[in-house]
């Protein structure tokens, strides 16, 4: 097995913290609410990431406060002087580098570093194949804890020449998941959750759930929205607070949702979505997504896009999500447009603007696109705004599926007689040969 040519090479951000209940409103961003819901290191990842691109300097300055001291509570040196230098000097004195601590941080983990070191060696020349798993993972732990992502991808996956049971098969690989996820080599991901989903044992549910919520992420990063769409709706509620180092049961809800607004049809939304039990605890954390869910079901798109107007400011700053969230607003909005035209023979353009709360003139525009890409059958009568569909005419359509299904029946009939006839007569090749 060669490791090196498994190890992504660019190193990632970091967190800490405690899960909670609430998520997103559209009238504020409660940041401390949110970082609330991460632990680890993703907590200030997160957290740097909202510091990055939020317009307003209190939540700025928020956000780099609550980093600030979950990088305390770590053993990441760098990570805390990062913090310190992004907030260079403006929350006061009490938010500067703590050098005492980076330097009695840095003094424990040489000692600790050595000493991990020397046990490994001790273990491989006893070659006790427990010990030296232990050993790779005691050192993944360490790598990680001090921010060395790339070093400590390298002593997970060395553990799994070490491996003797199934249960050392799924840890290894939900460590070798959590440090892909913040490299963000989300291909590693992908191959380390079906390495642990073979494994013949029969898992914990809570390890199920996470194995199927970093499954969904990995698809979510690749843009295969309706394959992320239905991990996180098979995420089973067992996960509540328990992945919080990685991804929150309110970011399941909205990750699923969307994907699942974007890419499901109708009969789909309906039985994997909306009746689906166990996806509605999750999107009972976020209310406003359950709502846009069951509007955009109704046909209430204009409710259903207005939500989504009001959460896509704090969806923004979701640091998995915003590089996604134009693509899948506009696969929402298309879809709405393309449900809300397929019953009819004629739309009235005032009032489907009106509907969909936009103009005229810019529903046009998209009505037009959308007949472009044959999205929808239809043209645009301009100047009396209205759009007429070009429905295959059914009457016609029926009369000539009959005379084709006729003409086939006459075909085998025929074949079948001439068949019938051959045989009557012995006119076929043993009969030949005999008369020879």
């Keep these: 097995m060669d490791i090196e040519d498994e190890l992504p090479i660019a190193p990632a951000s970091a967190g800490d913290g405690e899960p909670s209940q609430a998520l997103l409103s559209g009238d504020q961003f409660d940041v401390e609410v949110y970082a609330a819901q991460y632990s680890g290191r993703t907590r200030v990842a997160r957290l740097l990431f909202i510091a990055g691109k939020c317009e307003s300097e209190q939540m700025r300055l928020d956000a780099l406060r609550l980093a600030y001291e979950g990088s305390l509570k770590g053993e990441d040196t760098a990570l805390h002087r990062d913090v310190a230098a992004k907030i260079a000097g403006r929350l006061g004195p009490r938010y500067v580098v703590d050098q005492a601590w980076s330097d009695a941080v840095e003094r424990r983990s040489l000692v600790r570093k050595d000493k991990l070191d020397s046990e490994l060696n001790g273990y491989k020349t006893n070659l006790i194949k427990e010990s030296i798993r232990m050993g790779y993972n005691d050192l993944g732990d360490f790598h990680y804890a001090h921010g060395h992502l790339s070093e400590a991808l390298k002593s997970y996956i060395r553990t799994r020449d070490y491996c003797t049971t199934s249960k050392h098969v799924v840890q290894m690989c939900l460590n070798v998941i959590l440090v892909s996820v913040e490299l963000g080599q989300f291909m590693h991901v992908s191959n380390y959750v079906s390495k642990a989903e073979q494994t013949p044992d029969d898992m914990d549910p809570v390890i199920v759930a996470k194995l199927r919520a970093a499954a969904g992420l990995a698809y979510l990063e690749t843009n295969k929205y309706k394959l992320a769409a239905r991990k996180f709706i098979e995420t089973g509620s067992e996960l509540r607070n328990n992945y919080s180092e990685v991804i929150s049961p309110q970011d399941v809800a909205v990750y699923g949702a ?31 997504v359950r709502e846009l869910v069951n509007d955009f079901y109704a046909s209430r798109y204009g409710s259903c896009l207005g939500y989504l107007e009001k959460l896509k400011s704090n969806l923004l700053l979701d640091i998995h999500l915003h590089e996604h969230l134009e693509v899948l607003y506009k696969d929402i909005r298309h879809k709405a447009i393309i449900q809300y035209t397929f019953p009819f023979i004629s739309v009235d353009l005032n009032t489907m603007a009106v509907a969909f709360k936009t103009s005229v003139s810019m529903l046009e525009k998209e009505l037009a696109a959308l007949i472009t890409d ?15 569909a070009n429905h295959a005419d059914q009457r016609n359509a029926t009369f000539q599926r009959a005379l084709q299904t006729g003409n086939e029946f006459e075909r085998d009939v025929k074949f079948m007689l001439l068949r019938a006839n051959l045989l009557k007569h012995e006119y076929n090749q043993k009969a030949a040969e005999k008369r020879v």
Excluded: G, M
Aim: charged letters at 30%; glycine letters at 0%; a positive charge.
């Design 258 to 288: 969307l994907c699942a607004l974007a890419s499901f049809d109708r009969s789909e939304l309906k039985s994997k979505v909306i009746d689906n039990y166990n996806f509605r605890n999750f999107l009972e954390l976020v209310p406003e």
């Design 374 to 388: 044959n999205k929808i059958q239809a043209r645009i009568d301009s100047h009396n705004k209205i759009l007429y």
